[in-house]
């Protein structure tokens, strides 16, 4: 049937509206980097521990993961921690075993002899009087060493990330961002991925920010790096629920990043706790009481969570979604803070996908 003049041009206007709105997007998108971080673990095996399948026979924690679905593992890196955990050496030999189970490898910097956030980014002990003409060759040098480190012994980093939720720059006060000045922190990012390439340029070279809060802030932040001419491959986002507001906002700031910057988007971090409960005397960083989307702190509670951030993700078209320190139950000696990391407990116990003897949530997937 031919149409009338009015319904061509209605048409003609969602025609333009369709060019002008990003696509959400089909159901055909999959999620292919299902990811764990398991910074963690390899302490957990060196102090006894022991996971447990959904069958409760004593199994190796990557196998476990990979029973679950994932396909990817994170590892953070710091330059000189006290505890002798998280450091080049430890991250190689974790990488063997990492690679040797046929899992993919993200090797997360946080250019920081501890943890790295929004609220802090210290440098390392060795850095911390140097300009920032010489933390430039710092970073390219220290990133490049590790990268080429990994690749000798066979264990090429798939990805690597060039900072760790970098909100306001890291590297303080040199590579801070401040007063909307993105130049310091740019001259930083450009030598971690000239780096990455130098080692290995096949390797994707993330940048992450703790920004799927906040479309506004996302755009600040990728823009401003963007503008001082930093390239990367794939744009990273932490989405805790607790802090970074409902699903339907995450959704919008996925699709909007994926498409203003024609990146692949990766949650690179999220969690859901499983119970109320502490199991040491550490304080959960996250209390079982602070619930999202009226879903309870129970084991099928928190795989519903996890189900509910990856198909946000997928909807919106991001690529990747990783569970941060799903192994990390509560095991005596393997606390929080590396300059204390015997004397301190675990602030994660209610949020890893294991209780607290190792057995693992039996609900609980990854799903591409």
């Known amino acids: 049937m031919k149409p009338s003049p009015r319904a061509a041009v ?10 002008l709105t990003p696509a959400p997007a089909s159901a055909a998108n999959t999620l292919t980097m299902l990811g764990a971080d398991v910074s963690s673990l390899q302490r957990t095996l060196d102090l006894g521990g022991k996971y447990y399948n959904a069958a409760g026979a004593a199994a190796d924690p990557y196998d476990i993961l990979k029973s679950a679905g994932a396909n990817y593992a994170r590892l953070r890196i710091w330059n000189n921690p006290a505890s002798g955990y998280n450091n080049k050496a430890k991250v190689l030999q974790q990488a063997k075993s990492i690679k040797a189970k046929g899992l993919k490898l993200l090797i997360d910097f946080h250019y920081s002899d501890t943890w790295a956030d929004p609220g802090k980014q210290y440098p390392p002990a060795a850095w911390a009087s140097h300009s920032l003409i010489q933390l430039q060759s710092d970073v390219y040098n220290y990133t490049y060493d590790v990268c080429t480190a990994l690749k000798a012994q066979g264990t090429t980093p798939d990805s690597i990330q060039v900072g760790n ?3 306001v720059g890291m590297l303080w006060p040199r590579g801070q961002v401040v007063s909307s000045n993105f130049a310091p922190l740019a001259s930083l990012l450009k030598q971690g991925y000239n780096a990455v390439k130098a080692c290995n340029s096949a390797t994707q070279v993330w ?6 809060d906040s479309m506004a802030n996302a755009r600040w932040f990728y823009d401003g790096i963007r503008a001082q001419g930093v390239t990367w491959d794939v744009t990273a986002l932490s989405y805790y629920c607790m802090w970074h507001g409902s699903l ?3 959704y919008n700031v996925i699709t909007d990043v994926r498409t203003r910057y024609g990146k692949p988007v990766v949650i690179a971090e999220t969690a859901y706790q499983f119970t109320t409960a502490d199991a040491d005397s550490e304080k959960n960083s996250i209390p079982g009481t602070v619930l999202c989307d009226n879903i309870p702190a129970t084991w099928a509670g928190q795989a519903q969570q996890f189900t509910w951030v990856q198909n946000t993700a997928r909807n919106a078209g991001a690529v990747g979604v990783f569970y941060w320190e799903p192994t990390w139950y509560a095991i005596k000696g393997n606390g929080w803070d590396p300059a204390n990391i015997n ?6 116990d209610n949020m890893a996908i294991f209780d607290w003897s190792g057995r693992v949530n039996p609900s609980l997937r990854w799903a591409s």
């Open 10 to 19: 209605i048409a003609v206007v969602l025609a333009v509206v369709a060019t």
């Open 343 to 348: 004397g301190t407990g675990d602030g994660w």
């Open 248 to 250: 339907a906002n995450l």
């Open 165 to 167: 939720e970098i909100n």
């Open 207 to 212: 940048i992450h920010t703790a920004d799927a």
